[in-house]
């Protein structure tokens, strides 16, 4: 069994900190959240394992400032499995890494079939780990023997897949591109506010009518609200097809939203009043949202034949090039190049479509410089192609 610390308060955060700075290598980090429970992201607790030191896991809520654990490791590489999901609830601790090895990328990069930190561990180093408990709610206090248990193996193993996968990037030639997808990953923004959130709502392409529209945003804004408040994921509190057999039944009373088949639950009976207010502030707003609201997105690759055939044989051409070069690299295509990426160059490519202009469109949309390296000069020669094809079409069967 791993050896683990839990640790719940000032005094055991320093000293273990300072076992930690004392440590050897990269830090391995995890996180565990309550996703599915809770209305926040925040962390509920946090593993770190550094070799020489141990492992150590931080109970977030009773520790509650975490400099001393920034000071003793914020100068070294962390090792994180799918960073991304774990670095939102790490800063919101004040908890910064430097520089990153994410297992889970470089696993993609190397074109594993499986990247789950399970998968890796197994495919790198031969240890099988249970995941039952990945899923669970870990606001849960005090927290129960096995889960702990499972959370300090989850962190112990990833310095050692980590020196493992580092080797295979060498041997194939892929450091550079770790390297460069580490730091863009490090470096990337949190994504800004969804507009009009509620349009999430599953089930709300079967409402019709701004009016009902506008009901719907309400009672989601006061679930929301409700949610936040209690700290409960609002799935939790109330489904999202109450909400929307709510909309489309347009009760005349609090009795008649009451006795509605799918609004039932203890969140949808206690807070009645909430949601009848909500109700009556949709049918009195003035603002009525629009069923279908433009969007700055590309229009669907099957559309383009009609609505923009030169890209529509552009994109046709590109896709398969693009893939073939994926795979002569043993990758992903959307880790050589986002199909989003692909579609925005060849909706409206430079003119000229030289390498150089398609590399720099790349670019300035965000792709590094390892992933233009890869696909540029392939995309413009996919470019030719697609009007030789549309003037010479014998050259398209071929």
Same mark, same amino acid.
């Given at each position: ?44 607790? !946090? ?67 499986? !990247? ?14 249970? $995941? ?25 193993? %990833? ?5 493992? %996968? ?12 770790? %390297? ?9 923004? &949190? $994504? ?39 700290? /409960?994921? &609002? ?11 709510? /909309? ?12 509605? $088949?799918?609004?039932?639950? *203890? ?30 997105? %590309?229009?669907?690759? *099957? ?96």
């Amino acid at each position: 069994m791993t050896e683990y610390e839990v640790l719940s308060d000032a005094k055991a955060l320093r000293e273990a900190s300072d076992a930690l700075a004392a440590g050897t290598g990269p830090v391995g980090v995890d996180v565990e959240r309550a996703s599915g429970y809770r209305y926040s992201q925040r962390a509920y607790l !946090v593993q770190v394992f550094r070799r020489d030191a141990g492992v150590f896991l931080f109970d977030p809520p009773a520790v509650g400032d975490f400099s001393a654990l920034q000071d003793a490791i914020g100068d070294q590489e962390w090792v994180l499995h799918a960073a991304s999901q774990d670095l939102p609830s790490l800063r919101e601790l004040e908890l910064n890494p430097p520089a990153i090895f994410d297992t889970e990328l470089a696993a993609r990069l190397l074109g594993h079939a499986h !990247v789950g930190l399970g998968a890796v561990v197994e495919d790198t180093l031969g240890i099988t780990l249970a $995941k039952e408990h990945s899923a669970a709610d870990w606001s849960t206090r005090p927290l129960p023997q096995p889960w702990l248990e499972y959370a300090a193996l989850d962190v112990e193993y %990833l310095i050692d897949a980590r020196d493992a %996968l580092e080797t295979e990037l060498a041997a194939s030639g892929k450091t550079e591109f770790a %390297l460069q997808e580490f730091a863009a990953e490090l470096a990337r923004a &949190p $994504k800004p506010a969804r507009e009009d959130p509620w349009r999430r709502l599953s089930g709300l392409h079967t409402v019709r009518g701004r009016r009902a529209f506008a009901i719907a945003r309400e009672l989601w804004t006061a679930r929301e609200d409700y949610a936040r408040e209690q700290d /409960v994921s &609002p799935g939790r509190l109330v489904p999202d097809r109450a909400l929307v057999a709510a /909309v489309r039944a347009d009760p005349s009373s609090k009795a008649e939203l009451a006795g509605l $088949k799918d609004f039932t639950g *203890r969140a949808s009976r206690t807070q009645l009043d909430r949601w009848w207010r909500a109700i009556e502030r949709g049918r009195a707003a003035s603002d009525l949202p629009l069923e279908r609201v433009p969007g700055d997105g %590309l229009p669907p690759v *099957r559309a383009w034949k009609d609505r923009n055939p030169d890209a529509d044989r552009r994109i046709q051409t590109v896709r398969p090039a693009v893939a073939e070069r994926a795979d002569e690299l043993q990758m992903p295509t959307e880790n050589l190049l986002t199909p989003e990426l692909l579609r925005r160059v060849a909706w409206e490519p430079p003119a000229p479509a030289t390498a150089e202009a398609i590399g720099a469109a790349l670019a300035a949309l965000g792709a590094r410089p390892w992933q233009i390296a890869q696909t540029a000069q392939i995309i413009a020669d996919a470019f030719v192609a697609s009007v030789q094809s549309e003037q010479d079409p014998s050259r398209a069967a071929s």
